[in-house]
């Protein structure tokens, strides 16, 4: 037999295990009855993520499986509705910029979240199932899924109807579609009494079959020791030269029997270039944003990203182009305006959020109001009531309860007590070139337009800053300070300039 496992390296948070060759065949069919039945009895659900293609027709630099969509690599959607289904441990199989999918994927599912099979050279789904066995060896369950990376609609309501069929009838369960143009899929065959027979790749197929308008979605669910079994048996006997997986549906419907679970197209589209990708995320927004709707407004459903991470309380109002990306929280109420940008970013009941802000990793207290046009960056806190307005950009800054900086202002690494009124134009110099230090703003303190704080400094209770001032030194509770040069009139200053002017234009 021909060896499949060539490259065969499957790593699990530190280190890297090597595989030696394939047991032979005899060896591994040789599992007792008993032994199965074991299994069964058992349950238990692991699954294999196919995602080691380069995915040429993506035409990118990038890996297909890191393209995302609403702010997810399309390889984690399979992972993510595994691990809902209950399997573990899921082996994703990467080949393809394994380091970056790798990396992104234990970014988002830590390093125990998912097992990585290395598959060095891409020869067939089939050949990279079966490089995934012997990651399933420590498995005690019976069923096994098998997932594409690049499937990223599926339905945890199909996948569970799908384990649930494997598990009843002991088969291969394969999740099926009719797509209203069936190009470039694998079309399923049937017997004349309806049973699933098997699968034909397109390149392999006849005109006759072609005209077969259900197709393999590449979903399939099956026992541990089948999958195993019917993958060492592959060839690559067909038009791309390949082992298909798609060659173990006819295996099983001469064994343990095939079910085909039929889902609707749209839901098993698979994401083979860009426009495919565009189209997948128009369909994952839509069917998040329609959630969404019991209880939120949206003005343009269309034109607004929700990433499945976001939480949003009821009476939300979303304005057009709004995008709420990672662990965004909006509380109810709130109003979030055209062209708003929040990432990771948590907003209070009754807030308001006016039009083309931009806030990431902060959070904006019940009441306030922010925007338009400002943005505030990490670690910021905006204080419940308080107001920050347009062309205002924070950092690592805290303002309090009922303070407002309202116009062409910069605060990093500031602390703003309450009732605090910042005027225009106040700069916070954080910044020597080399390190960065902090202000702090007491409570009541006002501080007139055009004032720079030159960090580290401290403003204290009530105190007042007239405006154009370059504060250096700590101004005590109830103080004013000024630097201002005292002012110079020269009355008739501007008529005489005139006057010069003119006369000399006339002379030249
Ligand atoms: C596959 C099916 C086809 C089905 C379609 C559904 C086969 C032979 N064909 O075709 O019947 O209708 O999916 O979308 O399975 N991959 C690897 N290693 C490999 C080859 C592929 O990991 O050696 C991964 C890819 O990265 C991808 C997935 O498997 O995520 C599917 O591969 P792809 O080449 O896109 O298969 P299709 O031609 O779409
Ligand atoms: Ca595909």
Request: charged share 25%; aromatic share 4%; glycine share 12%.
């Amino acid at each position: 037999m021909k060896s499949l496992s060539r490259g065969a390296v499957w790593t699990k948070a530190v280190g890297v295990v090597k595989y030696g060759e394939p047991r032979p065949m005899a060896a591994r069919t040789k599992k007792t009855a008993k032994a199965r039945r074991a299994r069964a009895a058992r349950g238990g659900l692991a699954a294999i993520v196919l995602a080691a293609g380069k995915g040429t027709r993506m035409r990118s630099a990038r890996a297909k499986v890191l393209h995302e969509i609403l702010g997810r690599p399309l390889g984690a959607y399979p992972i993510e509705l595994a691990r809902a289904v209950g399997a573990d441990p899921v082996v994703a199989v990467l080949g393809h910029q394994r380091a970056a999918v790798e990396a992104a994927l234990v970014a988002r599912f830590g390093a125990d979240g998912v097992r990585v099979v290395e598959q060095t050279e891409q020869r067939g789904t089939g050949h990279a199932v079966r490089l995934a066995m012997p990651a399933l060896k420590s498995f005690r369950g019976d069923l096994a899924l098998v997932l594409y990376g690049d499937v990223p609609l599926l339905r945890r309501e199909t996948l569970a109807a799908l384990v649930g069929t494997a598990r009843r009838y002991r088969c291969l369960a394969v999740v099926t579609a009719t797509p209203p143009d069936a190009t470039g899929y694998g079309r399923i065959l049937r017997d004349e009494r309806g049973h699933v027979i098997g699968v034909v790749e397109e390149k392999d197929a006849t005109p006759e079959e072609r005209r077969i308008g259900e197709v393999d979605a590449g979903i399939y669910c099956g026992p541990v020791d089948f999958l195993r079994e019917a993958t060492a048996g592959l060839t690559t006997r067909n038009a791309q030269g390949e082992y298909y997986l798609t060659d173990i549906v006819a295996r099983a419907a001469e064994g343990i029997g095939v079910t085909g679970v039929e889902a609707d197209f749209r839901d098993v589209a698979g994401v083979n270039d860009r426009q495919q990708l565009a189209e997948a995320e128009a369909v994952m927004r839509a069917r998040t944003n329609r959630a969404l709707m019991a209880h939120v407004t949206f003005r343009d459903p269309a034109t607004t990203d929700v990433e499945p991470g976001v939480e949003i309380g009821v009476d939300v109002e979303l304005g057009r182009g709004v995008a709420l990306r990672g662990r965004t929280k909006i509380g109810h109420g709130a109003r979030i305006d055209d062209g708003v940008i929040l990432t990771d970013t948590e907003v209070g009941a009754g807030a308001h959020v006016r039009p083309y802000c931009v806030a990431s990793e902060a959070s904006i207290g019940a009441g306030a109001s922010v925007g338009p046009f400002a943005h505030l960056r990490p670690g910021t806190k905006i204080g419940p009531d308080a107001h920050v307005g347009n062309f205002v950009e924070t950092k690592k800054t805290t303002l309090g309860r009922g303070s407002k900086a309202n116009h062409l202002t910069y605060l990093g690494d500031t602390t703003v007590g309450e009732r605090v009124n910042i005027g225009a134009g106040t700069i916070t110099c954080n910044y020597n070139g080399y390190e960065k230090f902090t202000t702090t703003i007491d409570d009541g303190a006002f501080i007139g337009s055009d004032t720079q704080l030159v960090a580290p400094v401290r403003v204290g209770k009530g105190a007042v800053v007239g405006a154009g001032t370059t504060v250096t030194e700590d101004v005590p509770a109830g103080a004013l300070v000024i630097t201002r040069a005292a002012a110079v009139q020269k009355p008739g200053y501007a008529q005489k300039v005139a006057k010069k002017y003119a006369a000399a234009r006339k002379s030249g």
